[in-house]
């Protein structure tokens, strides 16, 4: 069983240096535009089980261009469903503040030395983002069917979820690298779950993803 992160194309906010967070209306820039058309080959035929997309305007700009051409056609029983759990973080009165601003508080360096202790004012904790984002998965996981379970969603809720599929401390979570239009494949196909892909904005996804998978224990690398 496969999962498969994706984090949402460049967005207008990004272009502006701007903590967006949950804010309406935030849609891709130019450059994420093309980084959306992009994944439409990158991705190509893939199977799918699920499709689960942030409510949010730039996740489903990010993936509509590889659903309507690619994806619906090739998986015509699966529905994109809007899936709350994978939001982006409640920054409450962080939203909407510039970037630039916001690392002169002192509360940037519990973001970024010890975030799980960080709760944003008017907003929610780093912990709770984590709590909500691994119930997603693991109710997509609790589903039959074949292909692969597919989330768009946001850099700081992917963040969490490979935190804790690689057992990392929430607070070493900033060392964790999630760029636009990225994506990042999980295996769950073993008692432990692996890290097959990360941050990757290059490979041919539908050769990697469709490939018949063997479980084998991993010695010497894998090779």
Not at 12 to 17: L, M
Request: aromatic content about 6%; some cysteine.
């Amino acid at each position: 069983m496969q999962i498969v992160l994706i984090r949402h194309a460049h967005s207008q906010a990004n272009e502006r240096g701007v903590l967006s967070g949950r804010l309406p209306g935030v849609a891709l820039s130019d450059k994420g535009v093309e980084q959306s058309q992009r994944l439409v080959s990158r991705l190509g035929a893939i199977k799918v089980r699920s499709l689960h997309v942030s409510p949010l305007t730039r996740c489903s700009e990010t993936i509509s261009p590889w659903w309507n051409e690619v994806g619906s056609v090739k998986n015509p029983k699966v529905a994109l469903v809007q899936d709350s759990d994978i939001v982006e973080v409640d920054y409450g009165n962080w939203s909407g503040k510039k970037l630039s601003l916001l690392s002169g508080k002192r509360e940037w360096k519990t973001v970024q030395n010890s975030p799980s202790s960080m709760y944003f004012p008017g907003g929610e904790g780093l912990a709770q983002v984590q709590v909500r984002a691994m119930s997603a998965i693991h109710k997509a996981l609790a589903k039959k069917g074949k292909g692969s379970d597919v989330f768009v969603t946001h850099g700081d809720v992917i963040k969490t979820i490979v935190s804790s599929v690689l057992a990392m401390h929430l607070d070493d979570f900033q060392r964790i690298v999630i760029d636009p239009a990225s994506v990042t494949v999980l295996d769950y196909s073993s008692d432990k779950p692996r890290v097959l892909l990360m941050n990757d904005s290059r490979s041919d996804l539908q050769s990697f993803l469709n490939a018949p998978f063997r479980a084998r224990n991993l010695i010497g690398g894998g090779a």
